[in-house]
């Protein structure tokens, strides 16, 4: 089929805005004419791309074209990028991130570009991260998963590993004998939000069949801030807990156990100079921050 680069684009804006009104506010164009690059592109794919509802969404078929569109976007600017650098904003890179990474070692890194590359990031568990590349609304991402996704590239990253930590005077409240299955079930737990399983497998390993009162606080500064507060036990990563055993504000409540996170870096198999500066910058800071090995 021919690919028509204003069809693909009124694609992309639709399922980026939500709505055809949106789309054609940022495209500076009417509804009706987004409508109908979209039907056109439609009757080339032979498949409904868009699903009519509130917000619109790309249906499992559109989703493949919207990541064909932005493809296309990034290798137009890095071509204009080249020929006129002085009439060209700086490229963009859609990036999805956990918010453990986003909170310690990805920042300072993507820093490094910050003035030649504009980031759009997506804070995502990383065990859910790949989703956002399937669906096209990523350019890479940040992942568990080491099977690249279609049309994608996948490296190692290193591991992030996690302790139960608490604040000393919590550890003596709910746990003076230790990590027993009583004061597990009775000590409160933060979790990050309901797709955070890091202290549901600790409390695998350790006594299943346990339900602690649970504490849901989804932004990772807070949450690690409502652990040195005492607001409960939680499964923190060394780089927001090193700090905090080294002024004794935190204790390690099980010594010698610990969770390891493998995360991958997954990217675009194609080539742009923005996205492979940070391809670059991202597995540098995590040769250095990660575990290795």
């Known amino acids: 089929m021919d ?3 204003a069809q693909l684009s009124a694609l992309a804006a639709v399922v980026d805005t939500g709505s055809f009104d ?3 506010r940022d495209l500076h164009i009417s509804p009706s004419a987004v409508s109908q690059r979209i039907k056109t592109l439609e009757r080339s794919a ?4 868009v699903r009519r509802s509130r917000p619109a969404t790309a249906t499992e078929a559109g ?32 990036l999805a991130v956990n918010g453990d990474s986003l909170a310690t070692w990805v920042l300072p890194a993507l820093a490094t570009l910050g003035r030649r590359v504009s980031f759009d990031l997506h804070r995502e568990d990383q065990d859910h991260s790949a989703e956002l590349l ?16 279609q049309g994608c590239s ?7 590993r996690y302790r139960a930590m608490a604040s000393p005077g919590f550890a003596e409240t709910f746990f003076p004998r230790g990590m027993t299955p009583t004061a597990l079930a009775a000590a409160p737990m933060i979790v990050f939000d309901r797709r955070d399983d890091l202290q549901d497998r600790y409390l695998r390993l350790v006594t299943p069949d346990v339900a602690p009162p649970r504490h849901y606080l989804p932004s990772s500064a807070d949450f690690a801030r409502a652990v040195l507060l005492g607001m409960g036990w939680a499964m923190l990563p060394d780089g927001q807990s090193s700090d905090g055993e080294r002024r004794r504000e935190l204790v390690d409540l099980d ?6 996170v493998v995360l991958y ?9 923005a996205l492979d500066d940070t391809a670059t910058a991202i597995t540098e800071a995590a040769r250095t921050e990660l575990r290795q090995g």
């Open 3 to 5: 690919l028509d680069l």
């Open 22 to 24: 949106s789309a054609a």
């Open 46 to 49: 032979g498949a409904v791309l």
């Open 63 to 94: 989703n493949a074209y919207v990541r064909l569109a932005r493809q296309i976007v990034a290798l137009a600017r890095e071509t204009d990028a080249t020929v006129a650098p002085e009439r060209t904003s700086p490229p963009s890179v859609s």
């Open 134 to 149: 399937r669906d096209g609304r990523v350019m890479a991402a940040i992942t568990t998963d080491a099977t690249a996704v």
């Open 154 to 160: 996948v490296a190692r990253l290193g591991t992030m």
């Open 255 to 260: 010594p010698g156990r610990s969770i390891d």
């Open 265 to 273: 870096w997954q990217q675009w198999a194609i080539f742009t100079t």
